[in-house]
């Protein structure tokens, strides 16, 4: 689980550089994104991409999500053995820090003048997947996690020291599958 962990965290890299099409907007679909920010309420305005994995030499999967509205960016990842239906198994994905065996991955990035900005790193987290159709490729679920501050990227926009994530809920959210070797 930590390579593909691993491998997902370059891959999130790159997601949130990456240009997302006007396609993947909230209010396609009936899904929505929302959660509360330390104690503020957020919705996501932006779904960048919503994708499975699929890793056949590794015989592991990896599903993620990334969201966004005009400041914020999270990205939200869980990995598990390789099925044979286009879909996770339908439970909950922790990340503990300090433990080995995670099985989920959260990141927040702050958006600032055109650039993106990670100035925390997770330390607790739980995505839970709470449905997954395989035939419409949709999934819902809920995510919490918590993230401390490592570092000061950027001076215009104050972060805080701890970075809270609670309540959060993902409501029929469009998926690809994408296949490896």
Not at 14 to 23: G, P, Q, R, Y
Not at 55 to 76: G, H, P
Not at 85 to 99: G, Q, S, T, V, W
Request: proline content about 2%.
């Amino acid at each position: 689980m930590k390579k593909i962990l691993g491998i997902g965290l370059l891959s999130l890299s790159v997601l949130l550089t990456a240009c997302s099409s006007d396609e993947n907007d909230k209010n396609d679909n009936n899904n929505a994104v929302s959660a509360t920010i330390n104690g503020v309420e957020w919705n996501a305005t932006k779904i960048n991409s919503v994708t499975l994995i699929k890793v056949k030499s590794e015989n592991q999967q990896r599903f993620d999500i990334n969201i966004q509205d005009n400041a914020q960016m999270l990205s939200l990842a869980c990995v598990s053995e390789l099925t044979t239906a286009d879909a996770m198994p339908l439970k909950a994905y922790n990340f503990i820090e300090d433990i080995e065996d995670m099985d989920a991955l959260f990141i927040n990035t702050y958006l600032v003048d055109g650039n993106t900005y990670t100035e925390h790193f997770v330390e607790t987290g739980k995505l839970t997947i709470t449905s997954m159709d395989a035939a419409k490729k949709t999934v819902s679920g809920t995510f919490s996690f918590t993230s401390k501050k490592v570092g000061t990227l950027q001076t215009k926009v104050k972060t805080p020291e701890v970075f809270e994530v609670k309540n959060g809920t993902f409501t029929n959210l469009s998926y690809t599958v994408v296949t490896q070797p």
